[in-house]
């Protein structure tokens, strides 16, 4: 069975501040899809990065991070220089090789504090 | 944006009731998803289908049922609602991770289904 692991319900950070948010994940796929989604406090959710397991190669948009590690199964998020607009919960979730039975981590609030 | 939309919005209804939440989308993705995000549990899939006609069960599928007559419409029925299915309900979009399209999944606004 899939699983996905976000170990810290809840991270304060002050602004401006670098903040990781943990993803451990399990499944018996050699091939399976890895997604980060943010939900803000208006409720939505939006997609923020894709990974599928052939690609370990790290991410950077901006100031989001991502580094993706097989051989740990995590793939781990990294907010640089946090700002307000950045409080909300997030999301680690995996998919199977079809890219059909999702299953999403538990989320990590994370608050920034001005 | 995805065009996806989700009806109701907001729903009350009491025990014992049959309630029937529909997605619509205008995109045209072939696999289409209901979720319900309680407190706590982050997002747990229901439903999913794979094509018209063709669904399978998530990890919280007791209670439900669902119908995809159409491409772009998914229907989520609780035969009989109770307190338990109290709930914010997603629907997402997405395509095959072998079409070389993207394959992420896109998300409606959600349901916020209450029932009394």
């Known amino acids: 069975a899939q699983k996905v692991t976000q170990a810290q319900t809840e991270i304060s950070v002050v602004e401006k501040e670098d903040v990781t948010l943990d993803c451990v994940y399990e499944?018996?796929?050699?091939?399976?899809?890895l997604f980060w989604y943010k939900q803000p406090p208006s409720g939505e959710l939006v997609f923020l990065i894709r990974?599928?397991?052939?690609?370990?190669q790290n991410e950077i948009s901006g100031r989001y991070s991502w580094n993706f590690q097989k051989s740990t199964s995590s793939f781990n998020f990294t907010i640089t220089a946090s700002q307000v607009v950045d409080s909300a919960v997030y999301f680690c979730?995996?998919?199977?090789?079809?890219?059909?039975?999702?299953?999403f981590g538990p989320g990590t609030r994370l608050s920034v504090l001005p | 944006d995805a065009g996806i939309t989700q009806s109701p919005r907001h729903k009350v209804t009491e025990t014992g009731t049959p309630v029937t939440l529909r997605c619509h989308q205008t995109?045209?993705?072939?696999?289409m998803y209901w979720y319900r995000q309680d407190p706590g549990h982050g997002l747990r899939l229901i439903h999913y289908?794979?094509?018209?006609?063709?669904?399978d069960k998530g990890e919280v599928s007791d209670g439900y049922s669902v119908s995809r007559s159409k491409t772009e419409d998914f229907l989520l029925t609780l035969e009989s609602a109770t307190s338990s299915q109290t709930s914010v309900y997603f629907c997402?979009?997405?395509?095959?991770?072998?079409?070389?399209?993207?394959?992420?999944?896109?998300f409606g606004p959600g349901t916020r289904l209450t029932v009394t």
């Open positions: 997402a979009i997405s395509h095959p991770p072998t079409t070389g399209l993207s394959y992420e999944q896109y």
């Open positions: 499944t018996r796929d050699t091939t399976y899809y």
């Open positions: 990974r599928n397991s052939f690609d370990e």
């Open positions: 979730a995996l998919a199977d090789l079809y890219g059909q039975n999702f299953v």
């Open positions: 995109e045209n993705h072939r696999y």
């Open positions: 289908s794979y094509g018209v006609k063709d669904t």
